[in-house]
């Protein structure tokens, strides 16, 4: 492990990451560009068998960190205990951001002091499809947190260090929904979580390219379902996770019923052209 130098910048951005050779160069490409300089970056490697270590090593600005464990969670936490920053930013490696964003979260954090903060996503590619896509993401996102069951994707989100600390981090045995449990847990004691509509972040679409939008959206809304059912999973749904985690967890989670509407009508769903007018229907809901 590279040894990490002994100064507090203001962000600490982790990089978990699993043979991410082909999309993390881009990630340190964007994150050297960047206007604002007062940050450190950790990569946290689950034993790549691709090149992923070497590209990491090669960015002089990175220090690397070999995780005993492939769990996205345990690398997150293990990079966060070996932070230096005030703030923790958690990046999946496939996420993109442009020059300006970590000047313009910074300038969000300072004018906020939030506890805990995620970032409305952007798509880069321009086709309509893609950008429902996104638009369903960040109003995810605000009828979570306008219900009290605040939510949050993986691909970006952040925290004070000192309450990350408190929370003890993601919960490993989770292995669906690590992400959003730990804003849910970190909202219920009291801390201040805030989604800023600005800067924003690039989401990867690689997952649903692989295996389609429509299908996706109804493999996360049965996930969510079992959420709902059963608390969040544990191993006997690591096949449906990408993200895949840990062993041994059942916990309680309550969310009201119109949560559940939304979820159990997007697993109803046929097509895109289904998906687009499912889209207009709750922007019209919303808004009234």
């Not at 604002?36 to 002089?60: H, Q, Y």
């Not at 313009?104 to 300072?110: D, E, I, N, S």
């Not at 649903?208 to 969510?224: D, H, P, R, S």
Request: hydrophobic share 35%; aromatic share 12%.
């Amino acid at each position: 492990m590279n040894n990490i130098k002994d100064n507090h910048p203001y962000f600490s951005l982790i990089i978990p990451c699993l043979n991410e050779q082909k999309v993390l160069p881009l990630l340190l490409s964007d994150i050297n560009k960047q206007i604002f300089s007062d940050f450190e970056i950790i990569v946290v490697d689950g034993k790549s068998e691709d090149k992923t270590k070497e590209i990491a090593l090669k960015n002089p600005k990175t220090t690397l960190i070999i995780s005993d464990k492939r769990n996205v969670s345990h690398q997150r936490n293990l990079g966060a205990k070996n932070a230096n920053g005030k703030y923790l930013v958690f990046f999946d490696a496939d996420t993109r951001i442009n020059d300006y964003f970590l000047s313009g979260l910074a300038y969000r954090v300072q004018m906020c002091k939030p506890d805990m903060f995620s970032c409305w996503a952007k798509i880069e590619e321009t086709q309509s499809d893609n950008q429902i896509l996104a638009n369903l993401i960040n109003m995810s996102l605000e009828i979570y947190k306008f219900v009290d069951s605040p939510s949050a994707i993986g691909a970006m989100m952040g925290f004070r260090k000192s309450v990350f600390d408190s929370l003890k981090g993601f919960t490993c045995e989770i292995t669906f929904g690590e992400d959003s449990e730990l804003v849910k847990r970190g909202f219920k004691k009291g801390y201040q979580y805030i989604i800023f509509k600005d800067p924003r972040y690039y989401y990867s679409l690689r997952r649903f390219k692989t295996e389609g939008t429509l299908k996706m959206l109804q493999k996360y809304a049965k996930l969510n379902s079992s959420v709902l059912l059963k608390g969040y999973p544990t191993n006997d749904l690591n096949d449906e996770y990408p993200m895949r985690g840990g062993l041994n967890y059942l916990g309680k989670n309550h969310k009201s019923r119109f949560i559940d509407q939304i979820e159990r009508s997007i697993a109803k769903l046929k097509n895109v052209t289904e998906l687009k007018k499912w889209m207009q229907y709750w922007q019209r809901l919303i808004n009234e």
